[in-house]
């Protein structure tokens, strides 16, 4: 039996943990948004031409890689977040700094082509080897003369004829 109360000490949960996750929640989106330089540099791909992102360029002096490091720091400085500093780069460089392509659009492609291809061919395969195995292209001859009709033994009777006459 119910205590005569209980609804109210539900309720009173209930407006705690609401109160909690309005706390927890602004703290968590704000930390997920916060990206470190190093995070943005391997998300944009260095433009000299070697191929790395600007985190991992490997020339010391990089007339790309070096300069874009003391943009994002700087930018990271005066407040601003991860995916605006991404956005600023991405519309000054166009969709090739990025060094993943966007989940967005025909982007979307690259990410499943890959994984839509590997399913499709095995499938394929999947459906070729359940064809080899109901429809063997030699199948084995029937080993008794009986189930074969008596055909054989008038084929036996030719043969030695032909051979006895010298066809």
Partial sequence: MA?????GRLAHAAMLVAIALALIVPIAVRAAATVSAQQIEESLTCQCGCGLTVANCNHPNCEFSVPAREQIEAMLHRGMTGPQVIAFFRHKYGEKILSAPTTTGFNLLAWVMPFAALLGGGIFVALAIGRWRAHPENPAPA???AARGGADDEMRRRLERDLREGF
């Avoid at 205590?3 to 609804?7: A, E, F, L, Q, T």
Wanted: charged share 25%.
């Fill in 3 to 7: 205590r005569p109360n209980s609804g």
């Fill in 143 to 145: 080993l008794d003369s």
